[in-house]
């Protein structure tokens, strides 16, 4: 018994699976919503120290610029959420834990 596959059924239907996801990129845009990161690399010898992050979603690459003691108290494993249009990001010495560094407020905000 042959599969007849209709061609136009299978690009209707890739057409509105990517649609649905561009979709969705949109509103997660749109909405700044927050992706869970990790660190990449930490370079806090330099004359302006930098972390390195990268979403675990879409394997988007940010580099924050920070104090040397800030970037020294940063950790492989810290958990870090990087919100998607803002670029705000927040990195925490586990997830739930403390606030280790915010990069609006530098210093992190009280209760967070």
């Not at 969705?24 to 330099?46: E, F, H, S």
């Not at 950790?75 to 919100?83: A, I, L, P, S, W």
Request: aromatic residues 6%.
């Amino acid at each position: 018994m042959a599969v007849v596959v209709s061609w136009k059924r299978v690009l209707i239907i890739v057409g509105i699976v990517l649609g649905v996801v561009i979709l969705a990129v949109g509103v997660a845009y749109a909405a700044d919503a927050p992706l869970d990161a990790t660190i990449k690399q930490k370079n806090c010898t330099a004359s302006q120290p930098t972390v390195t992050i990268v979403t675990d979603l879409f394997g988007i690459t940010h580099a924050l610029k920070m104090t040397h003691d800030k970037c020294s108290a940063i950790q492989n494993g810290n958990y870090v959420r990087y919100h998607l249009r803002s670029e705000h990001t927040q990195i925490y010495s586990t997830k739930g834990g403390a606030c280790v560094f915010d990069s609006v407020t530098i210093a992190c905000a009280a209760g967070t």
